[in-house]
């Protein structure tokens, strides 16, 4: 698959996701066969402010490369300022402009899936960048419940300069409940003449082929399914590759996982407790007795009895 001028392996993508996508984590999928994988969405107002735990959310690394940062806001000006530095600092290959986000956090700023209320801005935005970095934009968004007005936004994106657009095909108001609807990822897709990415509701080697047969698609994203399971993307290449799943020791793969993930905390130096007991949590996730499991890592305070908690969950399991 191509986007602007980068080839990349696969079309399988890590969908951008706050307080998850780091860079350790990043590299796990990268491992397993993610060939484009993005930051945590990072504030244009604070890259501008030069907030350190902001910028450092845009950290990488030679082996991850190619990889895309993605950013946040609602002034052009602002958007561009930050993206600006950001190119310069970290030389993503592509920056990606967050219009899906419906948290209301975000939205009380008036920032990700609230700009899709303003067909105007969202070309500006994407527009004075292209205009102004050397680095490939491109755009995530949600939709609207009429379809046109959708198409409208795409349309837009598109026209204003932009490289590719993902689609989560489920409106603001749905946040992560309901069913995300791939009919608009399809109609997109034969609207655009740029790669289209789907992204809502693929969690399996199954749904991932039924997610590109029928939109017609260019790629993939893997977003909450990708949360303490980076092997998924494993799994869901080997599927596409073979039309088969495979066997494999779950819980194994987990435990194994978290503690790489530790080594690759402490190896690009973003390790913290907070991190770690949330990201524990999210590695027992499908593992036999995981209710259990998590009540016992809420008490836990060291990095050493955390450790030791996941270590030990697959006892029960054979």
Known sequence: MKIANISLPNNLFLAPMANVTNLAFRMLCKKYGASLTYSEMISADAVVRQGEKTMQRGMTCEDERPFCIQIFGNSPETI??????????????????????PAPLIVRQECGSVLLNFPSLVYDIVNRLTDNISTPVSAKIRVVDDMEKTLEIARTIEDAGACAITVHGRTREQMYSGTSSLKYAKAIKKELSIPVIANGDIKDGESAKHALQYTGCDGIMIGRAAIGHPYIFRQISHYLENGESFEFDHCTQQVNDFMEYIVLLEKYGIFSLGDVKAQSKAFTKGVLGSRHIREELNDKKTIESIIGVISEMCAGTD
Do not use: H, Q, R, S
Request: proline residues 5%; negative net charge; hydrophobic residues 50%.
């Open 80 to 101: 561009t300022e930050a993206a600006l530095i950001l190119e310069e600092i970290y030389k993503p290959a592509i920056i990606d402009v967050n219009m899906g986000c």
